[in-house]
């Protein structure tokens, strides 16, 4: 049983007067791109915490040691759940209370660094292209959250470089050693490795003494990682590292000599390949920045051209993906101004693929009945049965209010075996919640939807199934809970703090406390 169950009221009076302004309203080309604008706009800001009554006598502030002992007490109720979400709510406690002693800190961290194998997901992926609106576009989109084992672990070593730096190394050294896998030809998804490379950078500068810095150890550790370069999606954040140490000529032509070196090491991946040419501009960056420098030290451009060269027509002529082709009007440009800039010889018309491989397009959202009919009608409780956004004072009549009962009654019936997955039926219901509240006129009607749809996101499977798409979705709720007020306010911190431990709860607690923490310099006493 529950702890709390919410019944939504049938709409028969008009909702209280309410100072809330009105959603904001996006115009809507149709129904799809409508709901993705709504749901791109929702940011991640959670500061929902009830205020006291205005003339409230303050409360006493805590002390340095209750605030401690608090976060202590919420950080071992934290750590029972999934790591996806023990990850996002520890980096966010030890970003609250700067008064955890050093000691402490290290055993946060390490814990957090040791259970990052548990994520489901690996590695930070991203979408270039295809339906946003699709189980690629929302992993892309939960991903955006650096809560993948990889991205967990990077995390806990950009803080531990503040804290024991040659610790952050050794940490390093593990997380760089595991080589991207290979991606497939059907995959929607590519590698995200920009905050390895940005992090590899940090242990390069604040890692090493100014006498290792004197003798370039930091350097030939960033080269030591540059020698093991595995995918094609490495290649734009590793010339930007190259270009970030340019400022010495040594020292950029160490690092040059090293990614010039990859080359010959970095496998076959035709979908990188083409994600890195297409959309991380890989030649564009040789042509526009890299040449140019190497010019400008003084260097022999053709040292790192005749190795990149070597690569492109290698992948060029390789195997490439049916559903991933190149302009040829853009791969002719792009190969000619390398000509031109260097001493190479490439032929465009011999860079034909030696072979083409086939592949599957994956699947979609909105293909069901059932979700066609919600998408249907949430559009018409938008626009009614033209083509404008009705106005607040139509939502506020009978018949609207009416409808609006009828559509809630069907999304309360809506069920995980009308879709072809769990996943689409979380993913599709969540995102009509999130266009519903954008149309409902504030005050108890948003107050009521917005609580349906807490309810359904906490009974639902995601936070199993997925522990960060739940995140991410708790969060928009947070945020949209921002603009309740009074009594509703108040029942609705209520709702969310019914059971105490799970993903609301814990958010709210943590919010309640960091607005407690006392003021104080940060200490670095064991």
């Keep these: 049983m529950r702890d709390y169950e919410y019944r939504p009221q049938v709409f028969k009076s008009r909702p209280s007067a309410s100072t809330d302004s009105p959603a904001k309203r996006l ?6 791109f409508s709901l993705l604008l709504i749901f791109f706009s929702i940011g991640c800001n959670n500061d929902f915490v009830a205020q006291p009554p205005t003339g409230s006598p303050p409360l006493p502030s805590p002390t340095i040691a209750e605030t401690n002992a608090d976060f202590l007490v919420l950080l071992t109720r934290m750590s029972a759940q999934p790591i996806e979400i023990y990850a996002d709510l520890a980096f966010r406690v030890l970003d609250s209370n700067r008064n955890w002693t050093r000691d402490k ?18 590695f930070k992926r991203k979408q270039h292209e295809g339906a946003t609106d699709s189980p690629s576009g929302l992993e892309s989109m939960v991903a955006d959250q650096k809560l993948d084992g990889h991205s967990i672990k990077l995390r806990v070593i950009e803080k531990m470089i503040e804290i024991d730096p040659l610790r952050a190394r050794q ?3 593990e997380v760089s050693s595991k080589p991207l896998k290979t991606l497939d030809c059907s995959d929607e998804l590519d590698y995200d490795p ?5 992090v590899l950078r940090r242990i390069a500068n604040g890692t090493f003494g100014q006498e290792e810095k004197d003798n370039h150890q930091h350097i030939s550790y960033i080269s030591s990682k540059l020698d093991e370069l595995s995918s094609p999606s490495e290649l734009r954040p590793a010339l930007e590292l190259v270009l970030s140490f340019s400022n010495s000529k040594n020292e950029f032509e ?9 080359f010959k090491t970095i496998r076959s991946d035709p979908a990188g390949f083409h994600y890195s040419i297409r959309y991380g501009r890989v030649i564009d960056v040789v042509a526009d920045r890299l040449i140019p420098r190497i010019e400008s030290n003084g260097m022999l451009v053709e040292n790192f051209a005749k190795p990149f060269g070597t690569y492109l027509v290698k992948n060029f002529t390789g195997t490439r993906c049916a559903n991933r082709q190149f302009d040829k009007t853009e791969t002719e440009r792009l190969i000619t101004r390398l000509n031109e800039q260097t001493n190479l010889r490439i032929n465009n018309e011999e860079l034909k693929p030696e072979k083409i491989e086939s592949a599957e397009s994956g699947p979609s959202y909105w293909r069901s ?31 609207w209010l009416q409808e609006l009962q009828g559509f809630l009654e069907k999304m309360r019936s809506w069920r995980p075996e009308d879709e072809q997955s769990s996943d689409a039926f979380i993913h599709q219901k969540c995102i009509i919640y999130l266009s519903l509240i954008d149309v ?13 749809f807490t309810i359904f996101l906490r009974e639902s499977a995601v936070v199993r ?30 709702i969310l703090e019914s059971t105490g431990d799970d993903l609301f709860g814990l958010q709210l607690q943590i919010q309640k406390l960091s607005s407690k923490v006392p003021e104080t310099v940060e200490r670095s006493d064991s």
């Design 465 to 494: 199934e997925s522990p960060a798409t739940a995140l991410m979705y708790s969060k928009d709720i947070l945020r949209l809970a921002r603009k309740l007020e009074g009594r509703n306010r108040l029942e609705f911190e209520r």
């Design 105 to 122: 800190k290290i055993e946060v961290l390490e814990e957090l660094f040791r259970r990052a194998e548990e994520a489901k997901g690996e």
């Design 369 to 399: 009945q059932r979700s066609k009919e919600m998408l249907a009608g949430v559009k018409k409780l938008r626009f009614g049965d033209g083509r404008t956004q009705l106005d607040e004072t139509t939502k506020l009549r009978q018949e």
């Design 171 to 173: 940490m390093f050294d």
């Design 27 to 32: 115009p809507l080309l149709n129904p799809v």
């Design 440 to 452: 409902v006129p504030a005050g108890q009607t948003y107050f009521e939807v917005l609580t349906q």
């Design 254 to 262: 160490a690092l040059l000599d090293s990614l010039a070196r990859s």
């Design 194 to 198: 920009e905050l390895h490379f940005l």
